[in-house]
T-cell receptor, first 108, second 113 residues
Framework: TQLLEQSPQFLSIQEGENLTVYCNSS?????LQWYRQEPGEGPVLLVT?????EVKKLKRLTFQFGDARKDSSLHITAAQPGDTGLYLC????????FGAGTTVTVRA | EAQVTQNPRYLITVTGKKLTVTCSQN?????MSWYRQDPGLGLRQIYY???????DKGDVPEGYKVSRKEKRNFPLILESPSPNQTSLYFC????????????FGQGTRLTVV
């Protein structure tokens, strides 16, 4: 059983549309990280959220950590083909534990 | 350039033939770990190491061995590979601590026939 549940598993949208992916758990976490993995590459860290209710922005990407620190979301505004990839949430308390990921495809 | 280097990138082998996947990092990181990535399962940790000569099992250690004789290197050893170890493998390194950034290698795609 995955500690972190990510949804949806797959998401395909047209360039310019918005999208949101979710990372949920029944456990409380001190923090969550989001990584993006492009085909043929290893994951790369996008952001770390540490405070309940925290919102962080990275250009067109908005990350939110739930008030109860059990869930997180990633919202992409006006998606571009370069946003295509596998988005992974994980906890990092000396050991990385990943969700299964959401595969995002942005069609030109 | 700061990086984690894995070799080889691709490997096809036969059941039972011992193999080693190498991993090296140039960032002086204490923490190194190995993951396998399978469709629908995300990344699962195989083994990790918090420093030289300190290693421990992750979530899926069966069939794998590791060693950490030097800080920069963390090889993954499959003594007797089986087809269920066909997977995409990643090595990662980071500073030791909470919420540190993990740096990943480019992956090794292993096929055991």
């Amino acid at each position: 059983t995955q500690l972190l549940e990510q949804s949806p598993q797959f998401l395909s949208i047209q360039e310019g549309e918005n999208l949101t992916v979710y990372c949920n758990s029944s456990s409380v976490f001190s923090s969550l990280q989001w990584y993006r993995q492009e085909p043929g590459e290893g994951p790369v860290l996008l952001v770390t959220v540490v405070t309940g209710g925290e919102v962080k922005k990275l250009k067109r990407l908005t990350f939110q950590f739930g008030d109860a620190r059990k869930d997180s979301s990633l919202h992409i505004t006006a998606a571009q083909p370069g946003d295509t990839g596998l988005y992974l949430c994980c906890t990092n308390d000396y050991k990385l534990s990943f969700g299964a990921g959401t595969t995002v495809t942005v069609r030109a | 350039e700061a990086q984690v280097t894995q070799n080889p990138r691709y490997l096809i082998t036969v059941t039972g033939k011992k193999l080693t996947v190498t991993c090296s990092q140039n960032m002086n990181h204490e923490y190194m770990s190995w993951y396998r990535q399978d469709p629908g399962l995300g990344l699962r940790q195989i083994y990790y190491s918090m420093n030289v000569e300190v290693t421990d099992k992750g979530d899926v250690p069966e069939g794998y061995k590791v060693s950490r004789k030097e800080k920069r290197n963390f090889p993954l050893i499959l003594e007797s590979p089986s087809p269920n170890q066909t997977s995409l493998y990643f090595c990662a390194s980071s500073l030791l601590g909470l919420n540190t950034e993990a740096f990943f290698g480019q992956g090794t795609r292993l096929t055991v026939v």
